[in-house]
C-alpha cells in the first residue's frame, strides 16, 4: 500500500467505515459502559491482556480513532490521549523526573485557559 499524505492521514488515519453502516465519519460514542460477550472476556479486558472497551473514560472507540490518527500523523507507533492539559503534564513530567529528582519550571508552566 503507498504511504497517504498527511492531509489524507488528518481525515481517514486510524478508522474504516462501519460494518453496518457503512458510514465514512467517525461515531461519537457517548456510552460509559459496554457490554462483556462473556466473564472470560471481561476478565481479558480488565487484565488488559485484550485490547477493547471497558469505561468511557479509559477507553472508548471516538478516543480510539483519534490515538490512531494522531499516532499516523506524528509518525509515531501509538499516542495516548488524556482528559486535560494538566494530566498530559503529569504523565510526560513522570516518565523523565525520578524519585528524588528536582524539577524546576516558571510559574508559566501551565495556564491561560
Not at 489524507?8 to 486510524?14: E, K, R, S
Request: net charge negative.
Amino acid at each position: 500500500m503507498e504511504k497517504l499524505k498527511f492531509e489524507t492521514l488528518q481525515i481517514h488515519a486510524g478508522h474504516h467505515p462501519d460494518s453496518e453502516t457503512y458510514s465514512r465519519a467517525v461515531p461519537v460514542y457517548q456510552t460509559t459502559s459496554y457490554v462483556f460477550k462473556n466473564a472470560q472476556y471481561a476478565a481479558d479486558l480488565f487484565s488488559l491482556s485484550e485490547p477493547g472497551n471497558i469505561y468511557t473514560r479509559i477507553q472508548n472507540p471516538t478516543t480510539d480513532v483519534f490515538e490512531k490518527r494522531v499516532a499516523a500523523l506524528e509518525g509515531g507507533l501509538a499516542s495516548l490521549a488524556v482528559a486535560s492539559g494538566h494530566a498530559a503534564q503529569f504523565l510526560t513530567f513522570s516518565t523523565i523526573v525520578q524519585k528524588g529528582e528536582n524539577f524546576i519550571t516558571s510559574p508559566f508552566l501551565y495556564g491561560g485557559t
